[in-house]
């Protein structure tokens, strides 16, 4: 009898479990997610990829938040091809051959929202930036009239400042880990010295960073909580609305200023006394005695664009100066790490590095100096090759497709639609970088023909391209390109015996 009850039982089909009232309820929000869903699914349905991916934004989400966005990335190209769907409403592209149309030079792709997320918030107001504004008449407000700072032509008027900051860093290793032969957390100091870069650059004034050999005002801390959710949220930038950008919860929260904002504006405010005063700007923090007249920094060139030109709007200063800091720090900071966490893991690429700097006459300045760094061409592959297999903005830089539509890898693409480029996958593309893309070996920047490494450095997405390209890639290049062969040259850097890529051993080699 018990047997036949449950069976009876469990026979019962499940919606004869709910009332009439509970059936209704669920097919109209079944029904209605459907009819919600099949638009967005058909519009783009010629295009491969995960079949969720066409239904809902969460698993590039997942991806994101899993941290294997950048091999997720590759593994999908690999399997559906240079064109796949990553959301309902956007593309990746893996096809260097598209970086023209995507990217263009005029500017006819707009960001996405994806860029809404990026954008900075003072006391719940968002402030105009460079890298993240979706406006291109803001765009060209800010970019025209600071491009020529940042042109190769200014760039050696940047070295002294530089020059200065990797005293400080080399004075540091060898107080704190060659003379003690304590283990150094080379990660850590490599990112202390790249936001001092820009803070002396930018201002006349490290950060603080290198001599308190600790992160001040907890500024590195801010900016990886600040990009660890960021990057989630701009995978589904409605959630930003929710969460971060809730004009409730902001008026709820106490507001806070980013510190980065803050140590600008205060950089700014100082300036403005020392003008009023008329002081002959001298950097008193600055032990070289770098005169800020004779080598301008960034902030002196902004402000006298400022005084030049009557357009700029009174924000722009601030948001130049902080946009040096929130674009160009961190992202040369993982540049310069991915370089060492190579070469060390690499040891024929690091002793082929320092041969070429034993063996290239001239190299005998207590530093290298950015024209001396341009004969050393294993340098110069070994940089790309970095950010080749690591870019240091390694998602797809989402653009929209303008209303007319467009033609990507052969397919017509509505407008609206969001489509970006993964650099993680195009730089691993087999055509273009050969079947070994997967692996470091610089070596293949210097064996290409002349066509061969056009084709490569055409397809590089490191520093992104088009109108939107990246405006400190010189300053970027300056940096590195001078610290690693003095440091090479000056210390020697080797894993520990129990070896984790984020510590060193340092000897003096002088
Ligand atoms: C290794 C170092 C760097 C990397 C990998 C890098 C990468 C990039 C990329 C990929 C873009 C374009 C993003 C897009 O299309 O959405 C970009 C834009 C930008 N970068 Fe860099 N960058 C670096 C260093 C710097 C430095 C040192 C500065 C400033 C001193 C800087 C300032 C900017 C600014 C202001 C933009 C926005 C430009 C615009 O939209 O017109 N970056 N960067």
């Known amino acids: 009898?018990?047997?036949?009850?449950?069976?009876?039982?469990?026979?019962?089909?499940?919606?004869?479990?709910?009332?009439?009232?509970?059936?209704?309820?669920?097919?109209?929000v079944l029904g209605s997610s459907l009819l919600w869903l099949l638009p967005s699914y058909v519009?783009?349905?010629?295009?491969?990829?995960?079949?969720?991916?066409?239904?809902?934004?969460?698993?590039?989400?997942?991806?994101?938040y899993n941290n294997d966005a950048g091999d997720k990335h590759t593994v999908l190209h690999r399997k559906y091809g240079p064109l796949v769907r990553f959301g309902p409403n956007m593309l990746s592209v893996s096809a260097p051959s598209e970086i023209g149309t995507i990217y263009d030079i005029h500017g006819k792709f707009p960001k996405s929202d994806f860029y809404r997320v990026l954008s900075f918030y003072v006391k719940g107001n968002a402030i105009p930036g460079l890298f993240a504004t979706q406006d291109r008449r803001i765009h060209n407000l800010l970019r025209r009239p600071i491009a020529g700072i940042y042109s190769m032509t200014n760039l050696m008027s940047y070295?002294?400042?530089?020059?200065?900051?990797?005293?400080?860093?080399?004075?540091?290793?060898?107080?704190?880990?060659?003379?003690?032969?304590?283990?150094?957390?080379?990660?850590?100091?490599?990112?202390?010295f790249a936001f001092d870069v820009i803070g002396s650059i930018t201002f006349s004034k490290r950060l603080g960073f290198l001599e308190q050999g600790r992160d001040i005002d907890r500024i590195m801390e801010n900016s990886w909580r600040y990009f660890r959710v960021a990057a989630v949220i701009s995978q589904m930038p409605w959630l930003d609305y929710i969460w971060t950008k809730n004009p409730i919860l902001q008026r709820l929260r106490k507001a806070k200023t980013n510190p980065i904002v803050a140590f600008a504006s205060a950089r700014r405010k100082?300036?403005?006394?020392?003008?009023?005063?008329?002081?002959?700007?001298?950097?008193?923090?600055?032990?070289?005695?770098?005169?800020?007249?004779?080598n301008?920094?960034?902030?002196?060139?902004?402000?006298?664009?400022?005084?030049?030109?009557?357009?700029?709007?009174?924000?722009?200063?601030?948001?130049?100066?902080?946009?040096?800091?929130?674009?160009?720090?961190d992202t040369t900071a993982i540049l310069l790490r991915t370089i060492f966490y190579n070469l060390l893991k690499h040891p024929h690429s690091l002793a082929k590095l320092r041969q070429e700097i034993d063996i290239t006459p001239?190299?005998?300045?207590?530093?290298?100096?950015?024209?001396?760094?341009?004969?050393?061409?294993?340098?110069?592959?070994c940089i790309k090759e970095a950010g080749r297999v690591h870019p240091p903005l390694g998602l797809p830089y989402e653009r929209v497709v303008p209303p007319e539509g467009a033609t990507i890898c052969g397919q017509r693409i509505p407008g609206g639609t969001v489509v970006g480029m993964s650099p993680w996958a195009t730089h691993r593309d087999y055509d273009t970088f050969g079947t070994d893309?997967?692996?470091?070996?610089?070596?293949?920047?210097?064996e290409a023909n002349e066509s061969k490494r056009r084709q490569m450095e055409n397809a590089l997405l490191t520093f992104g391209a088009g109108n939107r390209s990246c405006i400190g890639k010189h300053i970027s290049f300056l940096e590195i390109s001078k610290l690693l062969p003095s440091l090479v040259r000056k210390f020697d850097v080797r894993l520990p015996l129990l070896f984790s890529f984020r510590l060193a051993i340092l000897k003096s080699l002088e």
């Open 270 to 294: 100082e300036r403005a006394i020392e003008a009023e005063k008329g002081s002959d700007v001298i950097d008193t923090d600055n032990e070289k005695g770098v005169q800020r007249l004779k």
């Open 1 to 28: 009898e018990k047997m036949e009850l449950s069976g009876h039982v469990t026979s019962l089909p499940l919606w004869s479990l709910l009332s009439q009232k509970g059936t209704i309820i669920i097919c109209f």
């Open 296 to 329: 301008k920094d960034f902030l002196t060139r902004f402000l006298e664009v400022e005084s030049r030109d009557p357009a700029t709007p009174p924000w722009a200063v601030s948001a130049w100066s902080t946009s040096n800091i929130t674009a160009g720090s």
């Open 362 to 381: 001239g190299l005998d300045t207590e530093l290298v100096t950015w024209t001396q760094s341009l004969t050393l061409p294993y340098l110069g592959a």
């Open 43 to 64: 519009r783009l349905r010629h295009v491969p990829g995960p079949f969720l991916a066409s239904l809902t934004n969460l698993p590039r989400l997942l991806w994101v």
């Open 437 to 446: 893309s997967d692996l470091w070996r610089p070596e293949r920047w210097i």
């Open 159 to 192: 070295e002294p400042m530089i020059d200065s900051t990797i005293h400080c860093f080399f004075e540091q290793l060898d107080q704190r880990f060659v003379q003690t032969s304590q283990v150094c957390e080379l990660d850590v100091w490599l990112q202390l």
